[in-house]
């Protein structure tokens, strides 16, 4: 697995947020995204369960974090969660948030928590908008990430796409490597409309 970078002060990831979740991320050859946690007394919600708003964020967090290897930075528009099962205190929790659809400048994933035997505790599926361009370089420079991110994209088509049953982000992904290459002096953008994308290739 891939580790991704944590940053200083987010809730979830912030490694200098001294009340923060301080979780760590990392992304499988499928091109999904990992955490484990384990909920302590002070994430209490009900007297020995795991509070709602602290299991949303952790979701919010792997969900989103599913598009990180494209370097490309979104934002929550929706987000919808299913409560299946308690979330005790005290027990490994492991999470994972997985690509559903990609388009022109947003893109659907889904995710799920489970307890330490396996069993599935909450659903979830969100809708996440990219970030105007200028306005993600701003937000990367205020993140203040702790270790530089890399980019996975040959990684994800060549290996991960192939077993993926959406054919929509197969495809996406594919074309993306594609275009990934070295030696081209224009630089992949997997957002870009296809005027642009047609330009580009005239060039």
Known sequence: MQKQPNSRMCF???????????????????GRVVTKFTPREEHQGYPGFVHGGIISALMDEVIGRVIASYDIWAVT????????QPVPLGEELTIIGEMVRLRSRSFEAKGELRLAHDTLA??????????????????????????????LVLCLSLR?????????VRRRLLRCARNDNPNKNR???????RSSRSKSLRT
Not at 124 to 147: M, N, Q, S, T
């Open 12 to 30: 979830v990831c912030g490694m200098e947020n001294p009340i923060g979740l301080k979780a760590f991320f990392y992304e499988d050859d499928d």
């Open 77 to 84: 528009a929706k987000l919808e969660l299913k409560f299946r």
């Open 122 to 151: 909450v659903e979830g599926h969100g809708v996440y908008i990219r970030l105007p361009r200028g306005r993600d370089r701003e937000a990367k420079g205020r993140v203040g990430f702790l270790e530089s991110g890399t980019r």
């Open 160 to 168: 991960g796409a192939k077993r993926r049953n959406n054919p929509q």
């Open 187 to 193: 630089r992949d953008d997997l957002w870009n409309s």
